[in-house]
């Protein structure tokens, strides 16, 4: 339908193909934008207020629905608006005539209800580019006390060696000074009383040979400290250091997905703003200055129908700015192509 619309600039005689391209044309567009919007916000939730209330896959499809009824709202108007405008044309002295083209109905390009609708669509889009920048900012900032952290534990970390160093000493120390206490406790034992040496040599033939019993007193022989941990605590702790390098992993994956879905989002929501702005300054100067479009010559003529649809060029650009950002998405489209290839061949794998 844009084909057709652009073809027959002058001598346009369909109406209701003018009426249905301009319906899905700005349907589609409010619906991408409330869409984005909707990202944003998921994306705030999900680095801002992580350990808050999420959007559930069942609050997804609801918000999906809720943009499409939006744009059904915010679009239905262009059906009665817009249709076939009419033009008189002077191209010589002694040539003139009438041009019919794809725009503002003739019924309506003298009423205020263009201006009103147009209106409306900034207003529109100025608060989907305010509450974007708001949420792009406050998710920026999230994202950058993450890095900064990340980079301070690298730093610190850089001095691990020392850090190593230091502990190995520290734990000589303890050796020597638990082989001095072991010492001191066995001298102890044979001067001790015949009690406290049958309790001692219960205590040294155990099966639990690296125990260390602290003879502290006559009054306190039967106190013993139990320096060796249970098999079960040995068992517990050998699984959470086995398992500490795997969630660490899982969860920087997660961390680093979310960061690039975020950054991927961004980048599209911007692309979107940069080729919307264009269409819409062009039809707020056409609404407000009537003679906008006659008064053009052909190069100025012909730049603004190019831009008159540069939203186009941001459905152009999604797919490349997916495949350059998005590994999930490359490899979806190689798994789509290898299974049409599969099926439109003859020799299909086994």
Avoid at 93 to 118: A, F, H, M, W
Avoid at 176 to 201: D, F, M, V
Avoid at 246 to 268: D, E, G, P, W
Avoid at 271 to 298: C, H
Wanted: charge should be positive.
């Amino acid at each position: 339908m844009e084909l057709v619309t652009s073809m027959d600039q002058y001598q346009f005689h369909s109406p209701w193909v003018c009426k249905i391209s301009r319906f899905t044309n700005i349907f589609t567009t409010i619906t991408s934008a409330v869409v984005l919007v909707l990202i944003a916000m998921d994306r705030y939730r999900k680095i801002c207020r992580s350990l808050e209330w999420q959007i559930t896959d069942k609050h997804s499809k609801i918000l999906c629905v809720s943009s499409v009824v939006a744009g059904l709202v915010l679009s239905w108007p262009a059906l009665p608006l817009y249709g076939i405008k009419s033009t008189e044309l002077v191209l010589s002295p002694i040539v003139n005539g009438t041009s019919t083209e794809c725009s503002i109905d003739d019924s309506s390009k003298n009423t205020s209800l263009p201006l009103v609708y147009e209106a409306l669509h900034t207003l529109v889009f100025l608060v989907g580019v305010f509450s974007l920048v708001i949420l792009y900012i406050l998710i920026g900032r999230r994202v950058r006390f993450f890095a900064h952290r990340h980079e301070a534990r690298r730093a610190s970390s850089s001095n691990g060696l020392d850090a190593t160093d230091q502990r190995n000493k520290s734990r000589k120390t303890r050796r020597e000074r638990l082989q001095k206490l072991q010492s001191e406790c066995s001298s102890s034992e044979g001067e001790s009383n015949a009690s406290t040496e049958t309790k001692s040599s219960v205590i040294k033939n155990s099966p639990l040979k690296s125990k260390i019993s602290f003879t502290l007193s006559s009054g306190m022989g039967n106190n013993a400290v139990d320096m060796k941990p249970s098999a079960s605590t040995l068992s517990r702790n050998d699984s959470v250091n086995l398992n500490a390098p795997i969630v660490a992993k899982q969860a920087k994956c997660r961390k680093s997905l979310a960061r690039n879905t975020t950054y991927l989002m961004f980048i599209i929501s911007v692309v979107f703003i940069l080729n919307f702005v264009p269409v819409l300054t062009l039809v707020l100067i056409r609404e407000l200055k009537k003679d906008f479009v006659e008064n053009m010559s052909d190069p100025e003529r012909t730049a603004y129908r190019f831009f008159l649809r540069s939203y186009y060029i941001s459905a152009a650009v999604n797919p490349i700015i997916y495949s350059i950002f998005d590994r999930r998405f490359r490899k979806a489209v190689s798994c789509t192509m290898r299974e049409m290839f599969d099926k439109f061949t003859c020799c299909k794998p086994s």
